[in-house]
């Protein structure tokens, strides 16, 4: 199995690239900001089965670390072929709205590295007022000390918008109310793309984990790339019990 893709966690469908250069994009008019409140309390580290076709594939680990002024969004998938998928995401405290991320893909054939820095600007540069910068860097063999290739453009981000790397941890600060339904932009920095993306909460359901029967809500993921479907504890921390691209899921283990 390739992890080339596996953490992509909100969009992993191949994507026709779009270039938005210094103009927002303001095609969701039903689109706002979906985080309610931080329901996490850090540090804290939980540990998932990664299958396919229900088969065991490898695993996922996502941790959140205090940072000054925010958090740091950590998730890693690995296998035992040496296969990985890294990022971390720096986010504001009380928004959780992106500040800079970083994303390393290793497989056999290459490394690759995607660093982004948000930064606010005047809306002369771009008509939200904020952009994010991303560096992309390719190392081939993945052990090269010397990258391959390497680029670096700005890419203007539209309001409502949030790291695509840090969607697990977003989705658990939304409210859960059932039929709620929020809009949002997710911004795929490494892809130099952003989506828009639905999320519907549907019905409380008993969930049997690894450590016992866990009340929890349903949420539906909709995006041009897909359907997908997650499942966070009813607690009060809604942590991510279960996840379900479409192609491969993440069980909680602890």
Not at 8 to 32: D, R, W, Y
Not at 193 to 219: H, K, M, Y
Request: charge should be negative; hydrophobic fraction near 35%; proline fraction near 4%.
């Amino acid at each position: 199995m390739r992890f080339r893709r596996v953490l992509a966690v909100a969009i992993i469908a191949p994507l026709a690239l779009a270039a938005f250069g210094c103009q927002a994009t303001s095609e969701c008019k039903n689109c706002k900001d979906i985080v309610v409140g931080v329901p996490w309390s850090a540090p804290e580290t939980h540990t998932y089965t990664l299958t396919e076709d229900g088969d065991a594939r490898g695993t996922v680990e996502l941790s959140v670390e205090k940072a000054d002024g925010g958090f740091v969004l950590h998730q890693k998938a690995s296998d035992d072929k040496g296969n990985s998928d890294e990022s971390s995401v720096t986010v504001d405290a009380v928004t959780l709205k992106p500040l800079d991320s970083t994303r390393t893909i290793i497989d056999s054939s290459e490394k690759r590295v995607a660093e982004s820095t948000y930064e606010d600007v005047d809306k002369d540069t771009c008509s939200s007022g904020r952009i994010v910068h991303v560096k992309q860097t390719t190392f081939k063999p993945p052990d090269a000390e010397k990258p391959d290739s390497t680029r670096s453009n700005p890419m203007c981000v539209p309001e409502h918008a949030y790291d695509n790397d840090a969607s697990l941890f977003t989705w658990r600060a939304i409210t859960f109310d059932r039929f709620e339904s929020m809009s949002y932009v997710t911004v795929l920095a490494d892809r130099r793309n952003t989506q828009i993306v639905t999320l519907r909460v549907r019905n409380e359901e008993q969930l049997q984990t690894a450590s016992g029967t866990v009340d929890a809500w349903r949420v539906d993921i909709d995006s041009p790339s897909g359907a997908q479907r997650a499942w966070f504890a009813s607690s009060d921390d809604h942590r991510l019990l279960r996840y379900d691209n479409g192609t491969t899921v993440f069980e909680i283990q602890k």
